[in-house]
């Protein structure tokens, strides 16, 4: 096992968990295993978010927060956007990996296995060497929570699926429930986040069912795609075996509906089935003592039972394996990464009350990120394409042609929103299509402008019209003096004099980049005065 060790040692990116013993509690006597950069520079639940460096290297990023004091979650969109908006894959369609649960179950330290998989999945020895630490989301043994909110692993996979479609993956870490801490809301509201981006187990049931119930009503689909369920500890491998199999036995056993169950037990099992597209259940051995009672395990497969290692060799391809990733789908259309952002931002809205929203607020939240993500995907198409015709270095499009191109890439625009499967209906869908049109219209006016600056003429626009005041006052101010129209000729001079004056301060806001307030002030007066001659030659020819 030396070579797994040192092979694993050199795939492994994000090397060294460092155990530290906690100073917070001097009753705890567990130690806690905080991760640490490819630099080798640690950090803290606190450092996990709001931080350039950190999000450079591969590491766990807080993105919602979990403030204790009021209970309520707060979603920290800028760490997000700078994980899933990056240019290579916010156009992919994400597969949204999570693990929710009971606290200290083991979720992090699964999810750790996950991304030992992700980096060496080409490798038979993916799992690792037996000497070596697990490293990525933090994790520690013991009996009090670890893993506060939600946190993503700021590096997404690209994954090439066997159809040859590029896949984005994403693994996410979410609060346990159900520790001394945290109110039902708060379980309930890190369940519904994780579920409605992903495909997790869901606990809040009613909630949850009934969510489900009206989401078929509106899009006739399944509302939510594979669920499995992980069930650790496993002592029964004589009545059903470890694995895939054994689980699946079970979960039949237990989701059967009898006639003489109560019904709202023979209800939540007709609604998980109806909610899920696939169903799943896999059994897990018990980890071992020395998993469960040595305070220095620091996640070493050594120290793993041999039945353990086995069974998770199995179940982390059977999630993450190209052939088996489940690309995540709201109402019958593939999200993309930037979808997903847009995603969080409704869902959060609505779990920011005291009180848990009714499954019509979500539904109608799910709407609205549906319908904006429609909107940004129709006007980035609109965009690119414009780029083609006049933005970066391309030449001057006569205003003519540009509009004419504008047109037509509307349309397509709107096409393309209309073909994506939306949820509201015609008259919820409408008003995002109106604003849809009034951004489009906004960004043609941005492009009108950028084509005009390549225009020679309209660039020297400015100071030929303070050129030519310059002139008529001069003339006008030596015939007036002739006549002697004094009056007239010195205000003609003083025009003249602000004329010249503008023109210096222009020159120098183009030269140098400063002022430009000014300078755009001048090109404003510029372009009224230009117009107004227009207006004047046209009435009169």
Request: contains cysteine; charged residues 25%.
């Amino acid at each position: 096992m030396a070579e797994g060790d040192e092979a694993a040692r050199r795939q492994q990116p994000h090397q060294g968990l460092r155990r530290r013993r906690r100073t917070s509690d001097p009753n705890t006597a567990v130690n806690h295993v905080s991760s640490t950069t490819l630099l080798g520079e640690s950090y803290e639940d606190d450092d996990l978010v709001n931080s350039d460096e950190v999000m450079k290297k591969p590491c766990p990023v807080q993105i919602v927060l979990a403030h204790e004091d009021d209970h309520n979650f707060e979603l920290d969109e800028e760490a997000l956007e700078q994980i899933l908006l990056q240019e290579h894959i916010r156009d992919l369609n994400i597969v949204v990996v999570s693990v929710a649960g009971a606290f200290r179950k083991g979720k992090s330290f699964l999810l750790d296995f996950m991304l030992r998989y992700m980096y060496n999945k080409d490798s038979q020895s993916w799992i690792g060497g037996n000497n070596e630490p697990l490293t990525g989301f933090t994790w520690r043994g013991g009996c009090e929570r670890e893993t506060t909110g939600i946190q993503v692993w700021n590096e997404v996979f690209v994954i090439d699926r066997p159809n040859g479609t590029k896949v984005a993956v994403l693994l996410m870490d979410t609060q346990g429930a159900f520790d001394s801490q945290s109110t039902i809301k708060d379980c309930a509201t890190v369940f519904a986040l994780s579920t409605m981006t992903s495909s997790v187990q869901v606990r809040h049931r009613c909630l949850f069912t009934e969510y489900g119930r009206l989401a078929m009503e509106e899009i006739y689909q399944k509302p939510f795609q594979t669920l499995m369920f992980l069930i650790r500890d496993w002592s029964y491998p004589y009545e059903h075996s470890y694995g895939l199999e054994g689980g699946k036995q079970f979960l039949e056993k237990r989701l059967q509906v009898k006639q003489n169950q109560h019904e709202e037990l023979q209800n939540v099992r007709k609604h998980i089935h109806n909610c899920f597209s696939n169903l799943g259940c896999f059994l897990l051995p018990h980890p071992g003592l020395k998993v469960a009672t040595n305070p220095s395990f620091d996640g070493r497969l050594k120290d793993i039972d041999e039945d353990f290692k086995r069974e998770l060799r199995n179940l982390v391809p059977l999630l993450l394996a190209p052939e088996n990733l489940v690309e995540k789908e709201i109402s019958g259309s593939k999200v993309t990464c930037r979808d997903l952002v847009e995603y969080f931002k409704a869902y959060i809205k609505i779990y920011q009350g005291e009180e848990l929203p009714h499954p019509k607020s979500m539904l109608q939240a799910t709407a609205e990120a549906n319908n904006l993500a429609a909107v940004a995907g129709a006007r980035e198409i609109y965009c690119k394409s414009m780029e083609q015709v006049c933005g970066g270095d391309k030449p001057y499009i006569a205003p003519s042609d540009l509009e004419r191109k504008h047109l037509d890439l509307k349309e397509v625009a709107i096409k393309q929103f209309r073909s994506v499967k939306k949820m509201g209906g015609d008259e919820f869908c409408r008003r995002y299509q109106d604003q849809l049109e009034a951004e489009i219209e906004e960004t043609y006016a941005n492009f009108i402008k950028h084509n005009d600056g390549k225009n020679i003429f309209y660039a020297a626009r400015t100071p030929a019209t303070l050129f030519a005041v310059m002139f008529a006052m001069y003339i006008i101010s030596g015939l007036t003096g002739f006549v002697g129209l004094n009056s007239i000729a010195v205000l003609c001079n003083l025009v003249m004099g602000l004329a010249l004056t503008s023109l210096c301060t222009w020159a120098y806001v183009k030269y140098s980049g400063e002022f430009r307030e000014i300078g755009t002030m001048i090109d404003q007066i510029a372009e009224t005065l230009w117009e107004q001659v227009g207006i004047y030659f046209l009435v009169f020819q």
